[in-house]
């Protein structure tokens, strides 16, 4: 009898097919999942991408020598790693939509350099969308706020960092344009302000090492503030010791009459310069006074322009952000690196100046010493002869103004507590970029109220009724022809809301003393004194300025607060807006929380 039973690959079930039957299928499966991923993967390398030639001609071209490019540690993000998800799920449904990028380059809707120029913007705010709906997913493959050191980080970097984990924002909210050409500052404020609003479901707890980070910084600022204060302690004890030794040996040799030896062992507390006061007790501080470029107030206020926009409106100063990075900001911007900020620019001119200040008190004056490296000449091109100010090799500005919070819990002066003396620098002024030309002016009603002769100056917003801040739908940036009336402004000189102004020209040794309120002003305070000296390439000067005044537009100074104060030195010849340029700091008196500590003399 013949055995007809079923052999075992095709008597044996699998899902209700043979075992053979079964295999040969997912032999089948496997090939085809293998072929279809292969070929997958095979779209989301660079040489795919830019096989489109609208891609390798734009934005390619754009993304060679970014940091996403090249970096220092070799890590190269091509077009996938940014713009295809991961995960199979996403990583299908994108596909999927590319399939309309297909289609658009069937249509040749941006197959030249000219069309796809006018659809940046539109494609740029498709990925912003994207990446902000998914809180920068492709992003945080890469980086990712639990790996980051902030020790590693610019307190910039760091500070703004530790605010998106805390108000909700994700990557894309600030690195717009990090790796293709830069179009946000193509949108209105509006929308760019609706666009990185902060989502609480975003938040996230800030990581340990994070919190661990900013309380040792918190200790070691503490540290060197009580290391500073003991160091002066110090200095003045011995100071008043060595005071209290020579006073006996004078005593001592007038007794004998032998005064000239006396004179020639009396010990000195200190080494004093030339005006005689001994400096060594005073704390030093080294500012970094940087090339501003044409960056207003207003500039700092768009979000298209400036990426702190909405930090700073948040009420954070410059100083947090900046104060460590004035060297790189001032290096951008007199190099042209930043486009948008410097279109005049002077061949070899420095980005930054390091200028040391120390302050001094008594029970009259205040006094104050600065030191800065000279530098060599560097003619402006656009200057006949290439010196802007012939007369004055170097000028020192300083800045004053209060620090007091209105009835409104505003700052009595706008901006002042946040920008110090860059509230005073606005859109509209001489050599600004919506500066009115001189028909403008000599049309203007005011014509007859402020100084034209040398274009706008300087003024601050509680002289205008209204400062254009936005510049939305074209309007310009600024106020200048939005004078107040004389009542208002007498009103706000009389409540002491005015810059006070001092500056030493070095030319002929000359001081001036004025204030800004509607315009600049340069007389009509009580004045200072100034000597300064230019040795071994350094510019040492020295200021002495009562702490009283009854002058209109000068700032009374008392022990007990704190006031906002700003530097600007015009080096090289320099004049207008062609000079370098504090933040805006805290300066107090015995007061180990301002940045510029005056102490007892």
């Not at 071209?61 to 996938?80: F, K, L, M, P």
């Not at 658009?104 to 990446?131: C, Q, Y």
């Not at 500073?228 to 003045?236: G, T």
């Not at 600007?568 to 107090?588: I, Q």
Request: negative net charge; glycine residues 8%; hydrophobic residues 35%.
């Amino acid at each position: 009898m013949t055995d007809t039973k079923p052999g075992f690959w095709s008597r044996k079930r699998l899902f209700g097919a043979s075992i053979g039957m079964a295999l040969f299928f997912m032999l089948v499966g496997i090939i085809f999942w293998g072929g279809f991923n292969t070929a997958m993967e095979a779209t989301n390398t660079m040489e795919f991408c830019i096989t489109c030639h609208e891609m390798e001609e734009n934005v390619y071209q754009e993304y060679q020598g970014t940091i996403h490019d090249a970096n220092r540690s070799g890590v190269r993000a091509t077009c996938s790693d940014c713009h295809v998800p991961k995960s199979w799920g996403h990583k299908m449904i994108r596909k999927i939509q590319a399939s309309k990028e297909v289609w658009h380059k069937m249509l040749g809707s941006i197959d030249t350099p000219e069309k796809f120029d006018g659809k940046r913007l539109h494609l740029a705010k498709n990925v912003w969308h994207s990446m902000k709906s998914t809180d920068s997913r492709e992003c945080r493959n890469c980086h990712d706020f639990d790996t980051m050191d902030p020790a590693k980080q610019k307190p910039r970097a760091r500070k703004q960092h530790m605010n998106a984990m805390r108000q909700g924002m994700t990557c894309i909210d600030c690195h717009k344009g990090i790796a293709h050409k830069k179009v946000h500052d193509q949108l209105e404020d509006e929308e760019l302000e609706q666009m990185t609003q902060p989502d609480p479901s975003l938040i996230r707890e800030v990581p340990q090492r994070w919190l661990d980070f900013e309380k040792q910084e918190a200790e070691r600022e503490q540290a060197e503030k009580v290391a500073a204060k003991a160091k002066r302690e110090q200095r003045a004890a011995e100071k008043k010791l060595a005071a209290e030794q020579a006073a006996a040996k004078a005593a001592e040799a007038a007794a004998t009459q032998a005064t000239t030896a006396s004179t020639e062992n009396t010990e000195k507390a200190a080494t004093p310069d030339a005006s005689g006061i001994s400096w060594d007790v005073a704390p030093s501080r080294e500012v970094g006074l940087f090339y501003p470029g044409q960056s207003s107030m207003e500039w700092t206020l768009v979000g298209k322009y400036h990426g702190g926009a909405r930090p700073f409106k948040a009420g954070d100063r410059c100083f947090d952000c900046h104060d460590k990075e004035t060297q790189a900001m001032g290096e951008k911007i007199v190099t042209g690196a930043k486009e948008d900020l410097e279109p005049n620019l002077i061949p070899g001119k420095r980005g930054s100046i390091p200028l040391t200040v120390q302050a001094l008190y008594d029970e009259q004056y205040l006094y104050m010493h600065f030191q800065w490296p000279d530098t060599e000449h560097a003619p402006a091109p656009f200057v006949e002869g290439g010196k802007m100010d012939p007369e004055n090799p170097t000028k020192l500005a300083i800045m004053l103004s209060s620090d007091e919070i209105n009835e409104d819990e505003n700052p009595a002066i706008k901006y002042t507590r946040q920008a110090g003396c860059w509230g005073t620098c606005h859109h509209d002024a001489r050599d600004m970029p919506t500066h009115p030309d001189a028909e403008s002016l000599s049309a203007s009603a005011h014509a007859q109220t402020l100084d034209f002769s040398q274009g706008v100056t300087k003024y601050i917003s509680e002289s205008r009724t209204k400062i254009e801040e936005k510049g939305r739908r074209g309007k310009k940036l600024g106020g200048w022809d939005k004078l107040k009336d004389g009542e208002a402004l007498k009103a706000e000189m009389d409540a002491g809301h005015v810059m006070d102004l001092l500056r030493f020209k070095s030319g002929k040794g000359e001081t001036e003393d004025g204030h800004i309120l509607e315009q600049r002003v340069m007389t009509g305070g009580q004045g200072f004194e100034a000597t300064a000296a230019l040795a071994n390439g350094t510019w040492t000067l020295e200021i002495k300025r009562k702490l009283v005044s009854t002058q209109p537009g000068d700032l009374s100074l008392t022990k007990d607060k704190l006031y906002n104060i700003g530097f600007a030195v015009h080096d090289d010849y320099s004049d207008a807006r062609y000079h370098h340029v504090s933040l805006g700091y805290k300066l107090g008196f015995d007061n180990d929380e301002a940045e510029i500590n005056a102490v007892a003399k």
